[in-house]
């Protein structure tokens, strides 16, 4: 290449940049395929650079006195090149160079703009937050997050974090970032900033015995496992220990729980655990003389119902667990099958059939624990099933002799109302309802098998004392397992197998369902408590409990800095779905 005048640093062409715009242009080719402009700044500026009308792969640079590049622009083809940075006072270079063999005139464009004494801070325009999904990798972009400077461009506002996410995770191209790591507003506007929920997922059981999940309450999880026999345990989850809360040679299993208080049914007999003292009380009244036949019921705090055998059918026997005595519900013809608790209020169902189309009738019962009152719900000559009760509110299907739909009792006012009416099946879960929040299934479900048929959709629908909202995911037959005030847990099923493959989640705060699981076994969730849900999956050779905890918000918060002594604080929040 023939050496002339601004092929090289020694020989670069001097030129004058102000803030009125400066055009150069020339030409590059295989034997001259670079060139150099020397500027002078004598005040710290903003410059700006664009290099266009290529016909060629070439490249501008921005250079300090040394030759040393400081900022380029590298774009493909024959794309425009850019370059906009603050400086500070004092020689540098600007290089134009040729990148492939051909050939292309040029034309540079070079501006500054002095930056004043009186520099502002960065301004944040946005910061409406993000809503994610569990285990999503969510873009935090410009609309979410950005700031803006009057005098500075988005390559030199500099975002530093102060605290980090806690149950995410803040990458920058896939890196996962730290407290004092940095990014510009220009990463964010080039789609680089993720967020990554991770959640914490515990594995309560890891052993070579099955074990099964009962259920979530309040901070506590409980499992029947084995010591050689079948036994119960419990864990607490803000303490992470677990606790067997029987230790003998008969088969125990748990039936219930409510906080740390567990309810107990072995060899026909029911017994209540108190969490908080660990004693255990055997409940069991000998209804037929000399013979225990009691089977597991509901717990609510230290309150238990049970059904027990009377020579002739089952019975409803209820235990106060603040006064320590046992009172007997029924005494009649039919058989009494307990459904719900809450409080020292009891709801069971008499004479029920299986689900589907019904061939006998069945009525609802509500025992007031405030009044000693028993109150029959239902007078129809219909089945009724799955009855549940919260605070002052109870829940049941019943049958209005086309199919099942959902029915609401308010125990304060004595008002019944009919909450579905439509073509389908609607049947809510035992423990279908939380406070004033119902969830039920809505699809076909065949009388003899209780299955789903093949071809029919099975979702779940949501009503929160005011609106009713399909919460399952599309495209896929979701049973309903649980809910926590507005929180729901839900099982995908294949129809075809009628088997339980993944466990999804819907948070009634965000109102975003999410996808818990995703793997090859089958993932059958038990319970939810909040935000805290439990579900069983086999590691290949056995069932495992597992527990998944995570907030319904995370968040993180930065400084960002013009870099000429503006400087803006703020707080990024993260809705989790």
């Known amino acids: 290449m023939a050496v002339g005048l601004g092929n090289t640093l020694r020989t670069a062409r001097r030129i004058t940049v102000s803030e009125r715009s ?64 603050l400086v500070d006072s004092g020689i540098y270079y600007l290089r134009v160079s040729l990148r492939d063999r051909g050939s292309t005139r040029f034309k540079l464009t070079a501006s500054t703009q002095p930056i004043s004494a009186n520099n502002t801070a960065p301004d944040l325009v946005n910061n409406v937050g993000l809503r994610a999904s569990q285990r999503e990798t969510a873009l935090i972009t410009g609309n979410l997050l950005r700031v803006a400077d009057l005098q500075q461009p988005s390559t030199q506002l500099v975002y530093t974090l102060t605290t980090l996410p806690q149950s995410g995770q803040l990458q920058l191209n896939g890196t996962p970032l730290a407290v004092g790591s940095r990014f510009t507003q220009a990463d964010i506007e080039s789609d680089r900033l993720r967020y ?21 309450s309040s901070s506590y999880v409980v499992w029947n496992g084995s010591d050689g026999d079948s036994e119960v345990f419990l864990y607490n989850i803000a303490t992470g220990q677990t606790t067997q809360v ?83 519900l029924t005494n009649n013809a039919g058989t009494d099958n307990v459904y719900g608790i809450s409080g020292a209020n009891v709801v069971w169902i008499t004479d029920l059939d299986v689900l589907g189309q019904p061939t006998t009738i069945s009525e609802v019962f509500l ?18 099933l799955s009855a549940s009760v919260s605070g002052a509110n109870v829940i049941w299907s019943g ?9 609401v009792y308010n125990i304060t006012t004595g008002v019944t109302t009919q ?22 299934n809505r699809g076909t479900i065949t009388a003899t098998s209780g299955s789903v048929a093949s071809n029919e959709r099975l979702d779940v629908f949501l009503y929160n004392g005011v609106t009713t909202t399909k919460i399952s995911p599309d495209n896929t037959n979701t049973i309903v397992l649980g809910i926590s005030g507005s929180n729901v847990i839900m099982n995908s099923l294949d129809v075809n197998t009628q088997q339980f493959r993944d466990v999804f989640f819907y948070n009634g705060t965000t109102g975003l369902t999410s996808q818990i699981t995703n793997d090859t076994t089958q993932d059958k969730a038990v319970g939810i408590a909040g935000t805290n849900l439990v579900w069983n999956r086999s590691d290949g050779n056995d069932n495992e409990v597992f527990l ?30």
């Open 22 to 85: 400066r055009v150069l242009r020339g030409l590059l080719n295989p034997q001259d395929k670079v060139e150099f402009y020397r500027i002078n700044l004598s005040n710290r500026s903003r410059l700006s650079l664009t290099l266009t009308q290529l016909r060629a792969n070439a490249d501008v640079a921005l250079l300090n006195r040394r030759g040393r590049a400081i900022s380029q622009s590298r774009r493909g083809r024959t794309q425009n090149e850019a370059i906009d940075t």
């Open 367 to 384: 025992y007031n624990g405030s009044t000693g009152q028993t109150t029959q719900l239902t007078n129809n000559n219909q089945p009724e």
């Open 419 to 440: 909450l579905t009416n439509n073509t389908n099946q609607d049947i809510a879960p035992v423990g279908g309802i939380s406070g004033s929040n119902i969830v039920w």
């Open 399 to 407: 049958y209005d002799g086309n199919d099942f739909e959902i029915f």
């Open 196 to 216: 990554v929920n991770l959640g914490t997922t515990r594995q309560l059981t890891n052993n070579t015995t099955n074990d099964t999940a009962v259920g979530i």
């Open 246 to 328: 029987t230790n003998n040679t008969t088969s125990d299993s748990a039936a219930d729980i409510s906080d740390a208080n567990v309810l107990l049914s072995a060899n026909s007999r029911v017994s209540f655990y108190n969490g908080t003292t660990g004693t255990t009380t055997p409940l069991s009244s000998n209804l037929v003389p000399g013979v225990e036949l009691s089977f597991p019921g509901k717990i609510s705090g230290s309150n238990v119902a049970w059904n027990s055998f009377d020579q002739s059918d089952r019975e409803i026997m209820f235990y106060n667990g603040t006064t320590n005595t046992v009172t007997r």
């Open 548 to 577: 998944l905890t995570f907030t319904p918000t995370d968040q993180f918060s930065f400084s960002v800095t013009d870099g000429f002594n503006g400087l803006t604080n703020g707080t990024f929040n993260i809705a989790i779905g």
